[in-house]
Nanobody, 115 residues
Framework: QVQLVESGGGLVQAGGSLRLSCAVS????????IAWFRQVVGNERELVAAITQDSSTHYLDSVKGRFTISRDNAKNTVYLQMNSLKPEDTAVYYC?????????WGKGTLVTVSS
């Protein structure tokens, strides 16, 4: 069974940084892509960043230049380094992994950016 466990969320002031971690059960090479989404209550979940098997990356326009997605294959962990955080980055951040047409989700970690 695929399990994704996020960590690293918290409260930070605007301009600060956080690093989110997504620990994946099994080898991350197994997955077609692993991504970070975020959701604010009342809004749809949006894709923030993704990394594929060949380490290609994709970012939401509003986070380009501020967020970086990376992977540690030995630790089966994917990271989201978030710098220059803004209040509008406040959301629950979810890790997701795609495997053979199925998307698996973690339970999320809350990021709150104060102004």
């Amino acid at each position: 069974q695929v399990q994704l466990v996020e960590s690293g969320g918290g409260l930070v002031q605007a301009g600060g940084s956080l690093r989110l971690s997504c620990a994946v059960s099994g080898s991350i090479f197994t997955f077609n892509a692993i991504a970070w989404f975020r959701q604010v209550v009342g809004n749809e979940r949006e894709l923030v960043a993704a990394i594929t098997q060949d380490s290609s990356t994709h970012y939401l326009d509003s986070v380009k230049g501020r967020f970086t997605i990376s992977r540690d294959n030995a630790k089966n962990t994917v990271y989201l380094q978030m710098n220059s955080l803004k209040p509008e980055d406040t959301a629950v951040y979810y890790c997701a992994a795609d495997l053979r047409g199925v998307r698996y989700w973690g339970k999320g970690t809350l990021v709150t950016v104060s102004s």
